[in-house]
Protein backbone atom coordinates (compact mmCIF):
# COMPACT_ATOMS: atom_id res chain seq x y z
CA UNK A 1 0.00 0.00 0.00
CA UNK A 2 1.40 2.84 -1.23
CA UNK A 3 1.00 6.24 1.04
CA UNK A 4 2.77 9.41 0.97
CA UNK A 5 2.57 12.87 3.86
CA UNK A 6 3.20 16.14 3.71
CA UNK A 7 4.91 17.83 6.80
CA UNK A 8 6.53 21.87 6.86
CA UNK A 9 5.25 25.10 8.01
CA UNK A 10 1.82 25.76 7.96
CA UNK A 11 2.60 29.93 8.05
CA UNK A 12 5.26 31.80 6.04
CA UNK A 13 6.01 35.22 5.74
CA UNK A 14 6.57 36.46 2.41
CA UNK A 15 10.70 36.30 1.36
CA UNK A 16 10.81 33.46 3.83
CA UNK A 17 11.71 29.92 2.30
CA UNK A 18 9.31 27.23 2.43
CA UNK A 19 10.63 23.70 3.12
CA UNK A 20 8.40 20.84 2.93
CA UNK A 21 9.18 17.28 3.49
CA UNK A 22 7.53 14.12 1.74
CA UNK A 23 7.67 10.93 3.48
CA UNK A 24 6.55 7.90 2.18
CA UNK A 25 5.89 4.35 1.90
CA UNK A 26 4.91 1.25 -0.28
CA UNK A 27 7.69 1.69 -2.39
CA UNK A 28 11.24 2.91 -3.05
CA UNK A 29 12.72 5.89 -4.89
CA UNK A 30 15.36 3.42 -6.07
CA UNK A 31 13.26 1.70 -8.39
CA UNK A 32 13.71 2.13 -11.95
CA UNK A 33 11.00 4.61 -13.66
CA UNK A 34 9.26 5.93 -10.03
CA UNK A 35 9.62 9.45 -9.26
CA UNK A 36 8.01 12.18 -6.64
CA UNK A 37 7.00 14.94 -6.65
CA UNK A 38 4.86 18.11 -5.46
CA UNK A 39 1.97 19.82 -6.85
CA UNK A 40 0.11 22.64 -5.49
CA UNK A 41 -3.56 24.20 -5.67
CA UNK A 42 -4.58 27.86 -4.50
CA UNK A 43 -7.70 28.10 -3.11
CA UNK A 44 -10.28 27.50 -5.35
CA UNK A 45 -8.00 27.17 -8.43
CA UNK A 46 -6.79 25.45 -10.48
CA UNK A 47 -3.84 22.20 -9.61
CA UNK A 48 -0.19 23.59 -10.81
CA UNK A 49 2.84 20.91 -11.29
CA UNK A 50 5.60 21.92 -9.35
CA UNK A 51 8.37 19.64 -9.68
CA UNK A 52 9.42 15.82 -9.80
CA UNK A 53 12.50 13.93 -8.75
CA UNK A 54 13.34 10.24 -10.47
CA UNK A 55 15.18 7.03 -9.30
CA UNK A 56 17.98 7.83 -10.92
CA UNK A 57 18.41 11.40 -9.62
CA UNK A 58 17.14 13.31 -12.70
CA UNK A 59 15.23 16.57 -11.73
CA UNK A 60 12.13 18.42 -13.60
CA UNK A 61 10.96 21.78 -13.05
CA UNK A 62 8.21 24.13 -13.36
CA UNK A 63 9.32 26.55 -15.86
CA UNK A 64 7.31 29.19 -14.55
CA UNK A 65 8.76 28.86 -10.82
CA UNK A 66 12.43 26.52 -11.70
CA UNK A 67 14.50 29.48 -10.72
CA UNK A 68 12.69 29.36 -7.37
CA UNK A 69 12.65 25.70 -7.13
CA UNK A 70 14.59 22.73 -5.29
CA UNK A 71 13.60 19.25 -5.05
CA UNK A 72 16.03 16.48 -3.52
CA UNK A 73 15.47 13.10 -2.36
CA UNK A 74 16.73 10.45 0.61
CA UNK A 75 16.05 7.47 -0.52
CA UNK A 76 17.46 6.26 3.01
CA UNK A 77 14.46 8.20 4.75
CA UNK A 78 11.81 7.43 2.18
CA UNK A 79 11.51 10.94 1.75
CA UNK A 80 11.85 13.76 -0.97
CA UNK A 81 11.97 17.64 0.03
CA UNK A 82 10.84 20.54 -1.89
CA UNK A 83 12.61 23.96 -1.56
CA UNK A 84 10.45 27.29 -2.32
CA UNK A 85 12.42 30.57 -1.78
CA UNK A 86 11.32 34.06 -1.67
CA UNK A 87 7.77 33.12 -1.37
CA UNK A 88 4.92 35.53 -1.26
CA UNK A 89 1.15 35.67 -0.62
CA UNK A 90 0.32 34.50 -4.13
CA UNK A 91 2.00 31.11 -3.28
CA UNK A 92 -0.76 30.47 -0.62
CA UNK A 93 -2.14 26.80 -1.50
CA UNK A 94 -2.31 23.40 -0.29
CA UNK A 95 0.95 21.61 -1.74
CA UNK A 96 0.62 18.18 -2.27
CA UNK A 97 3.24 15.20 -2.33
CA UNK A 98 2.30 12.86 -5.47
CA UNK A 99 3.84 9.73 -6.70
CA UNK A 100 4.19 9.08 -10.38
CA UNK A 101 4.28 5.57 -11.75
CA UNK A 102 6.25 4.27 -14.15
CA UNK A 103 3.99 2.64 -16.00
CA UNK A 104 0.77 4.75 -16.62
CA UNK A 105 2.63 8.06 -16.73
CA UNK A 106 0.24 9.25 -14.07
CA UNK A 107 -0.10 10.85 -10.63
CA UNK A 108 -2.13 7.68 -9.22
CA UNK A 109 -1.20 7.93 -5.60
CA UNK A 110 -1.29 11.80 -3.91
CA UNK A 111 -0.60 12.64 -0.05
CA UNK A 112 -2.90 14.50 1.72
CA UNK A 113 -1.71 17.86 0.74
CA UNK A 114 -0.64 20.88 3.22
CA UNK A 115 -2.04 24.32 3.27
CA UNK A 116 0.67 26.69 3.13
CA UNK A 117 -0.48 30.54 4.01
CA UNK A 118 2.21 33.14 3.44
CA UNK A 119 0.91 36.33 4.92
CA UNK A 120 2.56 39.20 6.84
CA UNK B 1 4.84 27.22 -21.76
CA UNK B 2 2.84 24.47 -22.68
CA UNK B 3 -0.75 25.13 -21.87
CA UNK B 4 -3.88 22.95 -21.59
CA UNK B 5 -7.65 24.53 -21.79
CA UNK B 6 -10.76 23.26 -20.42
CA UNK B 7 -14.34 24.95 -20.22
CA UNK B 8 -14.95 26.29 -16.71
CA UNK B 9 -17.99 24.44 -16.37
CA UNK B 10 -20.31 21.29 -17.78
CA UNK B 11 -23.56 20.62 -16.18
CA UNK B 12 -25.58 17.12 -17.04
CA UNK B 13 -28.35 15.42 -16.03
CA UNK B 14 -28.55 12.49 -14.18
CA UNK B 15 -28.47 9.52 -16.27
CA UNK B 16 -26.96 11.71 -19.49
CA UNK B 17 -23.58 11.80 -20.91
CA UNK B 18 -20.83 15.05 -20.03
CA UNK B 19 -18.18 15.23 -22.44
CA UNK B 20 -15.18 17.50 -20.90
CA UNK B 21 -12.73 18.57 -23.52
CA UNK B 22 -8.97 19.37 -23.38
CA UNK B 23 -7.28 21.12 -25.98
CA UNK B 24 -3.25 22.12 -26.02
CA UNK B 25 -1.08 22.61 -29.08
CA UNK B 26 -0.16 19.12 -31.08
CA UNK B 27 -2.01 17.25 -27.40
CA UNK B 28 -2.65 14.41 -30.02
CA UNK B 29 1.00 13.29 -29.88
CA UNK B 30 1.00 13.17 -26.25
CA UNK B 31 -0.14 10.50 -23.80
CA UNK B 32 -2.88 12.35 -21.53
CA UNK B 33 -4.81 11.50 -18.09
CA UNK B 34 -7.93 12.93 -16.20
CA UNK B 35 -8.11 13.55 -12.58
CA UNK B 36 -11.42 13.66 -10.29
CA UNK B 37 -11.50 16.04 -7.61
CA UNK B 38 -14.06 15.93 -4.62
CA UNK B 39 -14.09 19.20 -2.12
CA UNK B 40 -11.62 18.77 0.50
CA UNK B 41 -9.96 15.65 -1.47
CA UNK B 42 -6.98 15.04 -3.29
CA UNK B 43 -7.17 14.41 -6.59
CA UNK B 44 -7.73 10.85 -8.23
CA UNK B 45 -7.08 9.60 -11.31
CA UNK B 46 -9.73 7.91 -13.49
CA UNK B 47 -8.11 8.04 -16.82
CA UNK B 48 -4.73 7.73 -17.78
CA UNK B 49 -2.64 7.21 -21.60
CA UNK B 50 -5.98 8.72 -23.27
CA UNK B 51 -8.70 6.02 -22.55
CA UNK B 52 -6.96 3.53 -20.18
CA UNK B 53 -9.26 3.06 -16.58
CA UNK B 54 -7.12 2.80 -13.47
CA UNK B 55 -8.86 -0.42 -11.20
CA UNK B 56 -12.25 0.47 -9.67
CA UNK B 57 -12.90 3.51 -12.23
CA UNK B 58 -16.36 3.07 -13.14
CA UNK B 59 -16.71 2.42 -16.95
CA UNK B 60 -19.36 5.18 -17.23
CA UNK B 61 -15.80 6.53 -17.64
CA UNK B 62 -14.08 7.15 -21.25
CA UNK B 63 -11.25 8.75 -22.92
CA UNK B 64 -10.61 9.37 -26.13
CA UNK B 65 -7.19 11.68 -27.84
CA UNK B 66 -7.98 13.60 -31.88
CA UNK B 67 -6.16 15.62 -33.22
CA UNK B 68 -5.31 18.91 -30.30
CA UNK B 69 -7.87 17.95 -28.38
CA UNK B 70 -8.23 14.93 -25.33
CA UNK B 71 -11.84 14.42 -24.05
CA UNK B 72 -13.03 12.60 -21.11
CA UNK B 73 -16.93 11.03 -21.68
CA UNK B 74 -18.96 10.20 -18.37
CA UNK B 75 -22.23 8.10 -19.86
CA UNK B 76 -24.86 7.74 -17.61
CA UNK B 77 -23.35 10.55 -15.36
CA UNK B 78 -24.64 10.05 -11.70
CA UNK B 79 -24.74 12.97 -8.59
CA UNK B 80 -21.49 11.18 -7.00
CA UNK B 81 -19.53 12.14 -10.56
CA UNK B 82 -20.17 15.72 -9.44
CA UNK B 83 -16.63 17.42 -8.93
CA UNK B 84 -13.70 18.99 -10.49
CA UNK B 85 -12.01 17.27 -13.25
CA UNK B 86 -8.29 18.33 -14.56
CA UNK B 87 -6.94 16.61 -17.49
CA UNK B 88 -2.72 16.54 -17.79
CA UNK B 89 -0.29 15.93 -20.42
CA UNK B 90 3.91 15.65 -20.31
CA UNK B 91 5.79 18.00 -22.47
CA UNK B 92 9.30 17.59 -22.59
CA UNK B 93 9.04 15.69 -19.39
CA UNK B 94 7.52 18.28 -17.42
CA UNK B 95 3.70 17.83 -16.43
CA UNK B 96 1.19 19.95 -17.01
CA UNK B 97 -2.20 20.63 -15.80
CA UNK B 98 -5.33 21.80 -17.36
CA UNK B 99 -7.52 24.77 -16.50
CA UNK B 100 -10.11 22.44 -14.96
CA UNK B 101 -13.82 21.93 -15.51
CA UNK B 102 -16.98 21.75 -13.01
CA UNK B 103 -19.26 18.96 -13.48
CA UNK B 104 -22.28 19.92 -12.03
CA UNK B 105 -25.06 16.61 -11.94
CA UNK B 106 -28.71 17.88 -11.51
Known amino acids: QITLKESGPTLLKPTQTLTLTCTFS??????????VGWVRQPPGKALEWLTLVYWNDDERYSPSLKSRLTITKDTSKNQAVLTMTNMDPMDTATYYCVHKDSSTWSFVYWGQGTLVTVSS | SYELTQPPSVSVSPGQTASITCSGD??????ACWYQQKPGQSPVVVIY???KRPSGIPERFSGSNSGNTVTLTISGAQTVDEADYYC?????????FGTGTKVTVL
Open chain 2, 49 to 51: EDY
Open chain 2, 26 to 31: KLGDKS
Open chain 2, 88 to 96: QAWDSSTAV
Open chain 1, 26 to 35: GFSLSTSGVG
